[in-house]
């Protein structure tokens, strides 16, 4: 792995079968993020779950904090990201029997922290959310419920951070909000943002804009952050 | 620890949220229904295993008609039983002129070990307990043979050489049989006096027996010894051969409840097991975000196995309690047909209520909530992804196979249970 870079993907490549034979959907991408750096990646979910580990390559190699994740089993990989990844998704992915505190505890709980529920209510007030900490996420609007992803995702202070289309399923002015915390939160710690989206306006506040082609990577000039 | 506290936190969360409720009541009402008719078998085996003890007048009678050796009792005292010995013989018995035959029974102290002797000062009279037995120049003739010889107490009767006072009337024994083969009258008198009384003469038709009685341990352990050491003359008798009418009946409508529970259990483990696929269904997704968030497949595998655990403890105190109560109720519809006070039951038809809570939810939960196991955490982004179904068929058969013989077995009573099983609590 290159010095410092927190995330690489070397030569990466991910085929599927199709009713018309082999499709590839990731060709030969390769690509490195320093710590602190936001990444926005224009393209498929499919390259993020590449380089988090929830899904393996056909070819190629993806580091991630330091570790070769072919280095390592699915328990191997889910330790790693308990230990240094965050995640948001397009739908919020809120465990719908949780109370708000109660989802951001679990990737605390996850790592054995004994001051969760602490720790989890702390961010849930960084996030504008201290009123609804015993909320469930049917209780709550879209905002809120990705608010609190938000914070289940950063509470953990990680490495990386995943965001898959975070504002994808809000209204524009909503989006937007998500979108500044998102951000806010990404520079207040050291934490390398990776952002999958179609949206080249949120793209574009990232600080470098990597464009998917035909499977291939891009990478465009950045004019934001 | 730390998935325990995980799996206890996710629990309450579920119970909270009413997810858990169908598979917790299933398993409640099949526990409930096989404790309640453990309960009551148990009660009612002790009952006729105690009344069977008293047709005996111990647990365990070794008889002969030859003298049992003494290391027979020696071996039977160094395991802490108690013991008494009973010779008995038919003689005729003298008062003055006017004799009557009459079954003698020489006893020591402490006969009988189970059951009650009762006496009175007159034949025929309301008998009072007493835990003594004639001393030495007494005797005790029962009713008839008092009657007969028109001897009360303070008289005195001729047995062989002897000559004895009457002291008490014997009004009843634990081990008279209430069978015609018993014809003679009955007369109790203290071993120490049958020698130089004469009764015993060669080729006279004398029966020795040895009686026993203890905990359960210690009897079972006495049954190994002796079958290695019995002289072959003698013949060893338990409560399973005190009274088979009653065994037989009893065994029966044991047979009967315990089917009828059966069907309670398969009809909770059908509400069991699809209660376990649907929360398997909507758990999916949950578990494939914990996996994202770094569970491994052990974590999600333990924390299932903890609230399984935890189900089945808190479902089985629950449903032990409702059992123990539904029991009481059994009893009391059925007070007309049981003849007198059952004894207490015993906690083990709790014990087997938690091993069938167990393996219920083994057979039938369990394949369901190992497919989360499975679930792979790409399954956060493409929904379509899922783990293998699981083959129900192949846990749950051997689980129900051996969830009926678990409880076709432990509720078989006395005396089937008791002398496979060398004698389950003082049974």
């Not at chain 1, 330091?66 to 330790?79: H, I, N, Q, V, Y």
């Not at chain 2, 006496?119 to 007969?148: C, H, K, N, Q, Y």
Request: charged fraction near 15%; include cysteine.
């Amino acid at each position: 792995m290159t010095r410092d870079m927190v995330l690489e993907a070397r030569s990466l490549s991910k085929q599927v079968s199709s009713p018309d034979g082999p499709l590839t959907i990731v060709r030969e991408v390769s690509f490195a993020v320093s710590p602190g750096e936001s990444i926005a990646i224009a393209g498929k979910s499919t390259l993020l779950a590449l380089l988090a580990g929830l899904d393996s390559p056909t070819s190629g190699e993806v580091w991630l904090a330091g570790k070769p994740l072919s280095s390592l089993d699915e328990d191997g990989r889910a330790r790693l990201r308990a230990a240094r990844v965050g995640f948001v998704f397009q739908s919020f992915h809120l465990i719908a029997s949780l109370t708000a505190v109660e989802n951001v505890m679990l990737p605390l709980e996850l790592a054995g922290r004994r001051d969760a529920r602490a720790a989890a209510s702390q961010m849930l007030a960084r996030v504008g959310l201290a009123q609804r900490l015993h909320h469930y996420p049917r209780q709550l609007s879209g905002g809120e419920q990705q608010r609190v992803a938000l914070a289940r995702a950063s509470v953990g202070q990680p490495t990386v951070l995943f965001a898959d289309e975070p504002t994808g399923n809000l209204d524009t002015t909503t989006g937007e909000r998500i979108a500044q915390l998102l951000f806010e939160l990404n520079a207040g710690s050291n934490t390398t943002l990776v952002l999958v989206t179609h949206d080249l306006a949120l793209a574009h506040r990232c600080g470098r804009v990597l464009t998917m082609e035909a499977g291939a990577l891009r990478e465009l000039e950045a004019a934001g952050a | 620890m730390l998935n325990l506290r995980l799996a206890l936190r996710a629990l309450r969360r579920e119970w909270r949220s009413g997810e858990l409720a169908l598979l917790w009541v299933s398993l409640c009402i099949a526990v409930a229904a096989l404790t309640a008719v453990g309960f009551l078998v148990d009660r009612i085996g002790h009952a006729v295993t105690l009344q069977a003890s008293e047709i005996l007048a111990a647990d365990l009678r070794i008889e002969s008609v030859s003298p049992i050796p003494r290391d027979q009792q020696q071996h039977a005292q160094q395991l802490g039983l108690r013991t008494a010995r009973v010779t008995t013989m038919l003689s005729a018995i003298f008062r003055g002129n006017t004799n009557e035959l009459a079954d003698v029974r020489a006893v020591t102290a402490g006969y009988p070990l189970r059951g009650q002797l009762t006496v009175a000062d007159r034949p025929f009279a309301t008998g009072t307990v007493t835990t003594a037995i004639p001393g030495r120049g007494e005797a005790w003739p029962d009713s008839r043979l008092a009657a007969a010889l028109g001897v009360g107490v303070g008289g005195e009767l001729d047995v062989g050489l002897r000559a004895l006072r009457v002291t008490r009337i014997l009004i009843s024994r634990p081990d008279q049989s209430s069978t015609f083969v018993e014809f003679a009258p009955a007369l109790l008198m203290n071993e120490a006096d049958l020698a130089g009384s004469g009764l015993i003469q060669p080729g006279s038709r004398i029966n020795y027996a040895l009686l026993l009685a203890g905990p359960a341990g210690p009897i079972s352990a006495y049954r190994s010894w002796y079958r290695r050491h019995a002289t072959g003359s003698e013949r060893l008798a338990d409560v399973a051969d005190a009274s088979p009418q009653i065994g037989d009946a009893s065994r029966r409508a044991s047979r009967f409840l315990a089917l009828a529970s059966l069907v309670a259990v398969l009809l909770c483990a059908v509400a069991i097991a699809l209660s376990a696929r649907s929360y398997v269904r909507r758990h999916l997704d949950a578990v494939a975000l914990m996996k994202t968030l770094g569970a491994t497949r052990r974590t999600v595998l333990t924390v299932t196995l903890w609230q399984l655990l935890s189900l089945a403890l808190v479902a089985s105190v629950i449903g032990a309690a409702v059992g123990y109560v539904t029991q009481l109720w059994l009893v009391r519809v059925l007070r007309g047909l049981l003849r007198g006070d059952l004894p207490a039951a015993s906690a083990w038809p709790a014990l087997v209520g938690f091993g069938v809570a167990l393996a219920m939810l083994a057979g039938f939960a369990l394949p369901s909530l190992l497919q989360l196991t499975r679930v792979p955490a790409l399954r956060v982004l493409r929904r379509d992804i899922a783990a293998p179904a699981p083959a129900l068929w192949l846990a749950a058969t051997p689980v129900l196979l051996a969830v009926f013989g678990v409880v076709y077995g432990a509720w078989l009573p006395w005396p089937a249970r008791c002398s496979r099983s060398a004698w389950a609590a003082p049974c």
